[in-house]
């Protein structure tokens, strides 16, 4: 199995700007989360998709929106980028809504200038 | 509101020594709880998970224990080693349709030889 592959790795926006990351599940499962990490905290729950419907939402602002695609990859798109949006961005696949444990990808290391 | 409390403070500990690693919560009563392995810059690593109606569950030199009426779990690492120095994520999670597994913040415990 080749476990989860997030992309880019680092990415350096300007604040107002649009970003995409990607990401592509583990072979198998069918639920995807998104994770924000700033520095010295731990992830914080964005919003979850399970086939291709998203089933769960943290307190993030409509900007933040997601899709999943038929194959399980994942998206997590940010509008109107702002300075506080520099983080570790995480997706994390599991089978049947994580009563498995969770695997996550290395993330997107995000910076708004 | 949903709050995880973990050790804020760093845990040092001499290597071959038992590490004990505490995670409270409060304000829900999550169906199973995850214990997560960071280390700097990558994702989190699933190590176990433990369910409501079980009290005890171990892994090689890992224990956890679930104690739903002190909202509790304790992280035990047996004969602690320097390659388990780590951030480790507490994550308890609902049993609902939507679940989502929301992280503490996390103890960086360092193991000195």
């Known amino acids: 199995e080749t476990g989860v592959t997030q992309s880019p790795t680092h990415l350096i926006k300007t604040r107002g700007q649009q970003v995409t990351l990607r990401c592509s599940s583990q072979?198998?499962?069918?639920?995807v989360s998104w994770y924000q990490q700033a520095l010295g905290q731990g992830p914080q729950f964005i919003f979850q998709?399970?086939?291709?419907?998203?089933?769960g939402r943290g307190n993030f602002p409509p900007r933040f929106s997601g899709l999943q695609f038929p194959n399980y990859s994942s998206e997590l798109n940010v509008n109107a980028l702002e300075l506080d949006d520099s983080a570790l961005y995480l997706c994390?696949?599991?089978?049947?809504?994580?009563?498995?444990?969770?695997?996550f990808g290395s993330g997107t290391r995000l910076t708004v200038v | 509101s949903q709050k995880i409390e973990q050790n804020s403070e760093a845990l040092n500990i001499q290597e071959g020594k038992t590490a004990t690693l505490t995670c409270n919560y409060t304000?829900?009563?999550?169906?199973?709880l995850q214990w997560y392995r960071q280390d700097p810059g990558r994702g989190p690593v699933f190590l176990l998970l433990?369910?409501?109606?079980?009290k005890e569950k171990r892994k090689e030199r890992l224990k956890v224990t679930f104690d739903t009426t002190l909202k509790q779990s304790l992280f035990h690492i047996t004969a602690s080693q320097p390659a388990d120095s780590a951030t480790y994520l507490c994550?308890?999670?609902?049993?609902?349709?939507?679940?989502?597994?929301?992280f503490g913040s996390g103890t960086r415990l360092s193991i000195r030889p």
């Open positions: 994390a696949s599991t089978l049947s809504q994580g009563h498995y444990g969770y695997t």
């Open positions: 072979s198998g499962h069918n639920t």
């Open positions: 998709y399970y086939r291709e419907e998203e089933n």
């Open positions: 304000n829900y009563s999550p169906a199973y």
């Open positions: 433990i369910r409501e109606n079980e």
């Open positions: 994550a308890p999670a609902s049993g609902s349709s939507a679940s989502k597994i929301i």
